[in-house]
């Protein structure tokens, strides 16, 4: 029931304009999210700020309680999953985000340019006491053509379909417990089974149309807790990064992967910059990690839609 999905623990007086939300899965990082929301709670109590927590183990998306645009704060503590659910609160509402790492990834944290989550608690505890400017940060936002729910889907960090998609199924499908390591299970257990797909991209003028592999569109660097795929990306200039392999056959691409997790420049790589373009395929889409549609689809930015305490 909602009723059971916030723990409110705010302290007088008792003024939305003084209350930060905190957001968690207790079970993320094998733990490390509710500690950390505690941590971030207790923070709080010190400087005399109100709160709130709120458990998305007992609250369903539909169920989360609408975000006042009074609060003072939403503090998310966990990875790029729990930030992708939050995003439809997020861009409509006014109320600055602050990010606890926490989850398996972290790849959206890492854009902030934090190094360690006590320079992320410092950094939200300073603005919820005294204020302080925030970064306005563009979210993509995705419309697929043939799927029952017509509603906009959004992504925070990176969407992908083909290979990056099915090794996020193959990487979702293992324990959460292995943190990280999962997406590196998850290629190894995908990468005998790649095989090319076509996919058109076409974006003004600009227009792919042939085999690719791997491909993915992102405005944050890195993808899978850390492998740097993006070296252009910026989650704040209203751009994106397209980042494609071409090819139909996985074995003359093997030699380059190297330079694929890294980012570098190698011969059957295709990078583009856009604002908006329009996907032809038949492959899954992942955005953040999270499955979100089948087939084509369009994209675009939505420049400034949030913003972060960072």
């Avoid at 969407?159 to 997406?183: C, D, K, M, T, V």
């Avoid at 003004?204 to 592999?213: E, P, Q, T, V």
């Avoid at 910026?234 to 890294?262: A, C, H, T, Y």
Wanted: proline content about 5%; charged content about 15%.
């Amino acid at each position: 029931m909602l009723t059971t999905s916030v723990i409110s623990m705010c302290m007088e007086p008792i003024d939305s304009s003084s209350i930060v939300r905190i957001v968690f899965h207790p079970a993320t990082g094998n733990g490390k999210a509710l500690m950390r929301a505690r941590e971030v709670a207790a923070a709080l109590k010190e400087h005399g700020i109100g709160f709130e927590l709120v458990d998305t183990s007992i609250a369903e998306g539909s169920e989360i309680p609408a975000l006042p645009n009074s609060y003072r704060a939403l503090i998310i503590v966990g990875g790029d999953g729990l930030i992708h659910r939050m995003i439809p609160q997020m861009i409509h509402s006014t109320v600055p985000v602050g990010i606890m790492p926490a989850g398996s990834g972290n790849d959206f944290w890492r854009m902030a340019g934090h190094r360690h989550r006590d320079q992320s608690l410092e950094k939200i505890i300073n603005y919820c006491v005294a204020g302080a400017a925030t970064t306005s940060v563009d979210v993509i936002q995705l419309e697929f053509e043939q799927i029952a729910d017509q509603s906009p889907k959004y992504a925070i960090g990176a969407i992908s379909w083909g290979a990056e998609a099915r090794i996020n199924a193959a990487a979702n499908a293992l324990p959460r417990q292995l943190g990280s390591f999962r997406y590196i299970l998850g290629l190894l257990l995908t990468v005998p089974k790649l095989k090319g797909f076509h996919t058109t991209i076409q974006c003004g003028s600009y227009r792919f149309d042939g085999a690719a592999l791997v491909a993915s569109i992102a405005n944050i660097r890195s993808l899978g807790g850390g492998i740097k795929l993006f070296p252009q990306a910026d989650f704040s200039d209203g751009k994106l990064e397209l980042s494609l392999v071409q090819g139909s056959r996985l074995m003359p691409v093997l030699p380059l992967v190297p330079k694929i997790l890294v980012g570098a420049n190698h011969r059957r790589k295709v990078s583009h910059v856009l604002s908006q373009a329009q996907i032809r395929t038949q492959e899954d889409c992942y955005a953040d990690g999270e499955f979100v549609g089948t087939g084509n689809f369009g994209v675009k930015v939505l420049p400034g839609a949030i913003k972060l305490i960072c």
